[in-house]
């Protein structure tokens, strides 16, 4: 009998695995996740479960599982693939044959320069166990210093504030929100913070960070210091290509595949954070990302094409982010535009269009209450795909509807 083996128990491995069965696969599946815990959601960690203490929010329940037939093993790592074999070696002292392999290893935050040892009041934001170790250090009046102003550390910062905690972002370089969102939208949300009580500092390198027993600092390089209960460090992920790696297999900013997900290796596929991947609406050009979205839509093509289906990756890249009543949404990457056009909506809502010099449409940006802007990304989404290349003065105007221009 068959035996597909995924390794990395998140959501894109958790989805991939019940992908298969809804597929009609009838072999085994084994999926390992070294977490004690089932698959769970991480984007309620910065929001939902640290404001309101709940439990991780899981893919699915353990019945589910053993209903469709899916081995879960938790709290075990892979200390090995070996290719030829096609065999697996886990930490318990076992180890699982496979027939294909899918790598679903996911990413680990960017530790900060220099820092090293064991840091109780400097920490980072993955798992649900440090929700839990941050919540529990937030009381009101708890000064926390944010390091890394994206959309984890501006999360982190949002719930810190209902939560009654003092906050200080420090960022880098000029702005916050540097990485793929424009000035005009990243200033909204810096200047909502500000309105919230936390305090955002941008443009200054840090020079050192140290705790005691008494709290932790941040010195800058300006001669500042900050004096913090807790230091969380948010600048960005890592992704885990180290088994893959060991294994042979290429690795190009994470684990390298093709359209199909496909490794440099047969029979081992690999999807989500861990993997980086051509992308047909941006020329070929490969990307690696990290998001939700992206993880769910990946666990569903590499269980089609573990099954042999041979689809490609047709799906828009598409972030979001809550913070306070404010919802971002953006679908496509804006590198390499030419021309932005600009959509005002009700409410103080807009969007803004990313045009390349041909004049297709090559991603939106918009920013907004609550849904206001969800409907039009979306539509700027199917655009996206489509290759459509609007007219720029339909694009500004409120009342053009966007899926006339989808029509067109």
């Known amino acids: 009998m068959s035996h597909i083996v995924i390794i990395g128990a998140g959501e894109c491995g958790a989805r991939a695995a019940f992908a ?5 696969f009838d072999g085994r599946i084994t999926l390992v996740g070294e977490e004690e815990h089932l ?3 991480r984007p309620p960690l910065s929001k939902d479960a640290l404001l309101h203490g709940h439990a991780p929010k899981l893919v699915s329940d353990a019945a589910r599982y053993a209903e469709a037939g899916i081995a879960v093993l938790t709290g075990v790592t892979v200390e090995s693939i070996d290719p030829t074999a096609k065999i697996v070696q886990l930490s318990n002292g076992t180890s699982r044959d496979y027939d294909q392999l899918l790598l679903t290893t996911g990413a680990r935050p960017r530790p900060f320069p220099g820092l090293s040892g064991a ?8 798992t649900h166990g440090d929700t839990v170790a941050i919540r529990a250090a937030l009381q009101p009046d708890t000064h926390l210093a944010i390091i890394g102003g994206g959309f984890i550390g501006l999360e982190l910062a949002a719930t810190a504030r209902k939560l009654g905690a003092q906050v200080t972002l420090v960022e880098g370089l000029p702005r916050i929100l540097s990485r793929g969102v424009p000035e005009e939208v990243a200033t909204v949300v810096a200047d909502r913070h500000k309105a919230e009580g936390a305090e955002i500092i941008c443009g200054v390198k840090i020079q050192e960070l140290s705790e005691d027993r008494d709290g932790a600092r941040i010195r800058l390089e300006d001669g500042r210091t900050i004096a913090a ?3 969380v460090v948010g600048i960005g992920a890592v992704p885990n290509v180290e088994l893959a790696q060991d294994a042979g297999l290429v690795i190009d900013n994470g684990i390298a595949v093709d359209e199909h997900l496909r490794t440099s290796v047969p029979d081992i596929f690999a999807a989500g954070d861990c993997c980086s991947f051509p992308l047909r609406h941006y ?4 990307v690696r990302l990290e998001a939700w979205r992206n993880a769910q839509d990946q666990g569903l093509l590499a269980a089609a094409n573990l099954m042999g289906a041979g689809e490609a990756i047709a799906s828009v890249p598409w972030f979001w982010s809550d913070q306070y009543d404010l919802t971002l949404q953006i679908a496509g990457l804006a590198d390499g535009t030419t021309q932005t056009i600009r959509r005002d909506m009700a409410d103080g809502a807009f969007i803004l269009f990313h045009l390349d010099a041909g004049g297709r449409l090559i991603a939106a940006s918009g920013i907004g209450t609550g ?3 969800a409907r039009d990304i979306r539509l700027a989404e199917m655009m996206i795909a489509a290759g459509v290349r609007p007219d720029p003065v339909a694009l500004a105007a409120a009342e053009t509807k966007l899926k006339s221009l989808l029509a067109a």
Do not use: S
């Open 20 to 24: 298969l069965r809804e597929k009609g």
């Open 283 to 286: 020329g070929g050009r490969r």
């Open 119 to 126: 840091n109780h009041r400097i920490r980072t934001l993955r």
């Open 229 to 231: 209960d807790l230091i």
């Open 39 to 41: 698959p769970y959601e």
């Open 371 to 373: 849904n206001a802007v």
